[in-house]
T-cell receptor, first 111, second 116 residues
Framework: GQQLNQSPQSMFIQEGEDVSMNCTSS?????WLWYKQDPGEGPVLLIA?????ELTSNGRLTAQFGITRKDSFLNISASIPSDVGIYFC???????????FGKGTHLIIQP | DTEVTQTPKHLVMGMTNKKSLKCEQH?????MYWYKQKAKKPPELMFV???????INESVPSRFSPECPNSSLLNLHLHALQPEDSALYLC???????????????FGPGTRLTVL
């Protein structure tokens, strides 16, 4: 099936640092979604992107839908301890059913 | 309100048991989904219901049987499961299942299933 390449796989940062992660694909997507998942919980939607080039913010989070419709990035500014978790990108392929997920970025904040 | 609820939160069952997972949403969404998620892996799509009809079955074994009694409810019936079926089972819903970019999915908290 189609794959999303999400990187980095994990990040070890200091509190207060900015974070950047991205997803790329060889396929074109209609929609890009970014989720955060805490252990034992379901993914929580952070940002949804629907148009190529769209740049959307949600508090300290900013995400963009790549102009080619094949990639997206998520930035987190001034990280805090509660940002710890696994971040998944997910995309809706043109004409497809369901979502294609990236493999996740595990964010760890060091004291 | 973007809440999807799932019960039970945890379930332990033997390989000969029959059990059911339940999912509910009151957002007026017409598409509902079941996903299976193993530890540190992304969710894997199992089933999609659109307007209460099964539209996608991603080659899931018959020991998993979905049911959509109405537009707000989604069940997953389990029978004769194997230990490798132990996972977090996630339900999600979206406004539509059109493939036109308006299918933002909202997830429930999941049911942690352990098969002994």
């Amino acid at each position: 099936g189609q794959q999303l390449n999400q990187s980095p796989q994990s990040m070890f940062i200091q509190e207060g640092e900015d974070v950047s992660m991205n997803c790329t694909s060889s396929s074109i997507f209609n929609t890009w979604l970014w989720y955060k998942q805490d252990p034992g919980e379901g993914p929580v939607l952070l940002i949804a992107l629907y148009k190529a080039g769209e740049l959307t913010s949600n508090g300290r989070l900013t995400a963009q839908f790549g102009i080619t419709r094949k990639d997206s990035f998520l930035n987190i500014s001034a990280s805090i301890p509660s940002d710890v978790g696994i971040y998944f990108c997910a995309g809706q392929l043109v004409g497809a059913d369901g979502l294609t997920f990236g493999k996740g970025t595990h964010l760890i904040i060091q004291p | 309100d973007t809440e999807v609820t799932q019960t039970p939160k945890h379930l332990v069952m033997g390989m000969t048991n029959k059990k059911s997972l339940k999912c509910e949403q009151h957002m007026g969404h017409r598409a509902m989904y079941w996903y299976k998620q193993k530890a540190k892996k992304p969710p894997e799509l199992m089933f999609v219901y659109s307007y209460e009809k099964l539209s996608i079955n991603e080659s899931v074994p018959s020991r998993f049987s979905p049911e959509c009694p109405n537009s707000s409810l989604l069940n997953l019936h389990l029978h004769a499961l194997q230990p490798e079926d132990s996972a977090l089972y996630l339900c999600a819903s979206s406004q539509e299942q059109s493939g036109l970019g308006i299918d933002t999915q909202y997830f429930g908290p999941g049911t942690r299933l352990t098969v002994l």
